[in-house]
């Protein structure tokens, strides 16, 4: 029988025919392969130009002053706001560290989309405490929503799961959706808005005039600090002015602070820290869509499902105020000392004898092969150091470096090493 | 022929050719779901809810919630897992949830691959392209079985899970991802929109696995050279190193569809996907359409 020919006329009302002059057909062919070419070249250029365009044109604002623009800051009495956040952190801790608090792929790394997984045991996976970790180590997308200081809502978007928290008067919940645990604690009826409402707890002599507030803010920056305004971004489709925060001179790791501020609210929508020795952001944080509407009403309302594994806080309503009030490292670690001032600050925390895995003290405690391992697996992404505190390990990441001395001793700070190791060595004279 | 043609053809030529587009795509359903093939294929995608609703049951007979409480330790299970005892309707999301990464693009590839190399082995290809369809639409016509069998297959695995469902656990008002609580009904519109999520994530399989389809003539081979690619873009799209191309990988955000569960809905990943799976389809489409219409059919 003989061949079928390929049909001749190419368009999709034409009925089929047989045979046709056959007048280069290579080239007949050839056309029409560069159609599938064509449509996926029209997508690359599609999708590696608009993300560009929408990020370059910065808006034409008009000029003003560090001080006016910390004002606007100060002014601002936004009070609804929804919309995502996207927060990426690159701190530069090793990357098992991330999968530990990330739950992590297969192949290690690259965690953070499904965690409090690898955290069963210890509690309930709803608790606020266990949850926010992972925030420390890669991207996420968290959806916010707030309405005055009585209503707050954050949610981290996971994979086919979230993590919310919600806040409506004195009632906190927390939801995490892929083990379907809740997390409740009833605010006391006083600390209810003092607990979140910052401005409430803040000493008296707080300014009370915007304008006072910014240049209180320029003063405290003082001469270590440089605080300027550095041009106009478009952040989440608004104009803003970005803000531009230089530590001066110094040994602090933080190289150089933005801050891009809604141009006609004053609301900060995007923070991103770059570290002295520069690269990608230590930390972004930054709204990718925003709303300054109130949200809806039920959006604060939680019940927990049927089914779901509620744990209760004990805590009293005392010891919720000192936590929130930021207490909580303080009172837990005795011994919490600020060496330094500005961004040269680093703290010293005596830890408890034999707290910390591979201190002389631990070693001893009969548990030797394992406190080896242990020693081991520290040394192995620590470098070891010697000076007047003793002898002990330094740990480096791109943002925060720590001392831990053997004597069980930390020392943590934004500072680089040198700073970091004379710091202890004037502490431990 | 083309006399013949000539000379009924242009008088009613709108109508005839509506016409044969639908027989023609009515032709090709029935060749689809006629087929042992396929109601075998649709058998096995309505029994993993079955299965997972039996597990879930025989596991939390004693009361506790499945996912979490049994052992498994790290990431057990497939999502929305752990809601499926309280509430019945989180079968058909945890089915559908378990059955996208494998089962379902499996069905699809193997539809696929068969559409034009099967037909193209068993010989029946060239009488097809006798009669006067024109190659593109007969094309386009088994384009929209595949697609129609996309949709299919989800309405199988939703339909049956929430059978299964409904009959195993309690139904009752649904607590989205974020907290929210919203009544059943509408928990029931969240579903149906999650089912055509996903019929529309397995879009740029189905258009892959016709591309192949038009490159051989071994119907086998088209089927197991499509679920192979599957699997190995679902490996490709777990590597970390590879973090780079994943994003154009058309498993990449499949799982998108939970995030019709949130409140508010998170759109970001669902256009996301939409849009990666219409791109799937054009290139591959288009690659199928300059294949198909330029080869010689010799058997």
């Known amino acids: 029988m003989a061949r079928i020919q390929p049909t001749q006329v190419p368009e999709a009302g034409d009925t089929g025919g047989t045979g046709g002059e056959g007048r280069g057909p290579g080239r007949r062919k050839a056309m029409r392969y560069a159609v599938p070419v064509a449509v996926a070249g029209v997508a690359a250029a599609t999708i590696s130009l608009v993300p560009a365009l929408a990020d370059s044109g910065n808006p034409d604002l008009p000029k003003i002053t560090a001080e006016q623009l910390l004002t606007k800051i100060a002014a601002s009495d936004t009070q609804t706001v929804s919309g995502s956040v996207k927060i990426t952190t690159d701190l530069g801790l090793p990357s098992f560290l991330g999968g530990a608090t990330g739950g992590g792929s297969p192949f290690g790394g690259a965690g953070g989309d499904d965690s409090g997984k690898g955290r069963k045991g210890s509690g309930s996976a709803a608790d606020p405490k266990a949850q926010l970790t992972q925030l420390l180590a890669g991207s996420h997308t968290l959806h916010i929503a707030a309405d005055g200081p009585d209503k707050q809502r954050v949610s981290i978007i996971e994979k086919a799961a979230e993590y919310s928290v919600i806040h409506n008067g004195d009632q906190v919940w927390a939801y995490d959706s892929s083990s379907n645990q809740a997390y409740h604690s009833t605010l006391p009826k006083s600390a209810g808005k003092a607990g979140t409402d910052h401005a409430k707890q803040l000493p008296d002599d707080f300014p009370s005039t915007p304008q006072a507030a910014a240049q209180q803010a320029l003063k405290a920056a003082g001469p270590h600090t440089s605080v300027s305004v550095d041009g106009t971004a478009k952040v989440a489709g608004r104009n803003a002015y970005q803000l531009l925060v230089q530590p001066k001179g110094g040994d602090s790791t933080v190289g150089t602070i933005r801050v891009a501020v809604d141009a006609s609210t004053g609301v900060p929508l995007k923070f991103t820290l770059t570290p002295k020795t520069g690269g990608k952001a230590a930390i972004d944080i930054g709204f990718t869509k925003v709303d300054f509407g109130k949200p809806e009403a039920g959006t604060f309302q939680f019940t927990p499902p049927k089914g779901a594994k509620v744990t209760e806080d004990k805590a009293d309503g005392a010891a919720l105020n000192d936590k929130r009030a930021g207490k909580d490292g303080a009172s837990a670690l005795e011994g919490l000392n600020v060496l330094g001032a500005d961004w040269n600050a680093v703290a010293e925390i005596k830890a408890p004898k034999g707290a910390l895995p591979g201190s002389d003290s631990g070693s001893q405690s009969g548990r030797g092969r394992n406190d080896k391992n242990v020693q081991g697996l520290i040394d192995s992404f620590g470098k070891h150091v010697t000076g007047r505190f003793g002898s002990g390990t330094v740990f480096s990441t791109r943002l925060v470096n720590a001392l831990i001395t053997d004597n069980g001793t930390v020392y943590v700070g934004a500072v680089n090493q040198d700073a970091l190791l004379k710091a202890a060595n004037a502490a431990a004279k | ?299």
Not at chain 2, 25 to 33: A, N
Not at chain 2, 47 to 55: N, Y
Not at chain 2, 117 to 135: C, D, F, H, K, M
Not at chain 2, 199 to 204: D, E, F, N, P, Q
Request: some cysteine.
């Open chain 2, 1 to 299: 022929m083309s006399r013949a043609e000539a000379g009924t053809v242009p008088v009613v030529r709108p109508l005839s050719s509506a016409l044969w587009s639908l027989g023609l795509f009515r032709s090709e359903l029935t060749i689809v779901f006629r087929r042992w093939r396929t109601v075998a294929l649709l058998a096995v995608l309505a029994g993993v809810p079955l299965l997972v609703g039996i597990a879930v049951k025989i596991e939390t007979r004693n009361g506790g919630s499945a996912g979490r409480g049994g052992g498994g330790g790290d990431g057990a299970g497939p999502a929305f897992i752990s809601q499926v005892s309280n509430n019945g309707l989180f079968l058909s999301f945890a089915s559908l949830a378990a059955t996208l990464p494998v089962f379902l693009p499996m069905a699809v590839g193997v539809i696929a691959g068969d559409s034009v190399a099967g037909e193209a082995n068993s010989g029946t290809l060239r009488y097809l392209l006798v009669a006067p369809a024109g190659r593109t639409r007969l094309l386009l016509a088994k384009f929209t079985a595949v697609a129609a069998f996309c949709a299919v297959a989800t309405l199988v695995v939703a339909g049956a899970a929430l059978a299964v469902g409904a009959a195993l656990f309690p139904l009752g008002d649904v607590t989205l991802l974020s907290g929210t609580t919203i009544s059943f009904s509408d928990g029931l519109v969240r579903a149906l929109m999650i089912a055509a999520l996903v019929a529309a994530s397995l879009v740029g399989v189905a258009a892959i696995g016709l591309f192949i389809s038009t490159l051989t003539n071994s119907g086998i081979g088209a089927m197991a050279a499509t679920v192979g690619l599957v699997i190995t873009v679902q490996i490709v799209d777990t590597i970390p190193q590879l973090h780079v191309v994943q994003p154009y990988l058309f498993p990449h955000y499949w799982l998108s569809f939970a995030d019709v569960l949130r409140a508010p809905v998170y759109w970001d990943d669902i256009v996301k996907n939409l849009g990666l799976q219409a791109l799937y389809a054009a290139v591959f489409g288009s690659a199928a359409w300059a294949r198909f219409t330029s080869r010689d059919i010799s058997a």
